[in-house]
């Protein structure tokens, strides 16, 4: 009986949901529409708004990241993105790239990188290729960092064991030569407690950890 009566309550909140799904395939057409007209505004907004730029000889830095981007990177038919041969040609011209602070990088700097790296594809980092960063430390989520890059980048490195690297390599840079084991101990404790992939987006455990390194 009581599953019964639990079963009729079930059936009685259901049935507010049947006016609503009657109307839910007009309401999808008239979404649809009311998206293509925005998205037509915002591209004529757009075109119109980098006319205007061009008229007075003017980028801002956004610009000038889709347009370098542009210049690196092509869309094939299949939605895939490949290097252009300026890219190519650029990606052999340099020995190293070193980029810092790179988990405040957005995704367009992050393409800009691996289309500018020697070997680099649109699914993984050239060979000549050297980042530094701490994703713990990233402030600029406001301007489309995304600390992931950084993070993703760090699980697919192996890790270090020789200086002759024959594959991309992942460097521990934990060791800390400023504080005091007080100091270290009192960091490790509240932030293992505090930080986790759920909060945080990054997990407090031995690869971050603190050790010390002054004696």
């Known amino acids: 009986k009581a599953l019964r009566e639990r079963a009729k309550e079930l059936l009685k909140k259901l049935s507010a949901w049947v006016i609503p799904l009657m109307f839910s395939e007009e309401d999808l057409k008239r979404h649809g529409m009311l998206l293509r ?9 757009s075109q119109r708004l980098m006319a205007e730029k061009q008229t007075r000889n003017a980028l801002g830095f956004d610009d000038a990241l889709s347009l370098s ?68 430390q990233c402030i600029y989520r406001f301007l ?8 993703r980048a760090m699980q697919e490195g192996a890790a270090y064991r020789t200086p002759l690297l024959t594959e991309n390599t992942r460097i521990d840079l934990n060791r ?6 007080e100091v270290i101990t009192f960091i490790n404790h509240v932030f293992a407690q505090l930080m986790t992939e759920q909060v945080g987006e990054v997990a407090y455990d031995d690869t971050q950890k603190l050790i010390q390194g002054a004696e």
């Open 37 to 45: 007209t925005c998205s037509k505004l915002v591209k004529r907004f």
């Open 69 to 136: 981007l542009s210049l690196l990177a092509e869309r094939l038919p299949d939605g895939s993105i490949v290097k252009t041969p300026l890219a190519e040609q650029l990606s052999q011209q340099y020995d190293c790239l070193m980029i810092d602070e790179f988990q405040d990088a957005d995704n367009l700097k992050e393409m800009i990188f691996r289309m500018l790296s020697r070997g680099g594809t649109q699914q993984q980092y050239g060979n000549n290729l050297f980042v530094v960063g701490d994703s713990k």
């Open 176 to 181: 800390n030569f400023r504080s005091g084991s």
């Open 144 to 151: 489309n960092a995304n600390p992931d890059n950084f993070y």
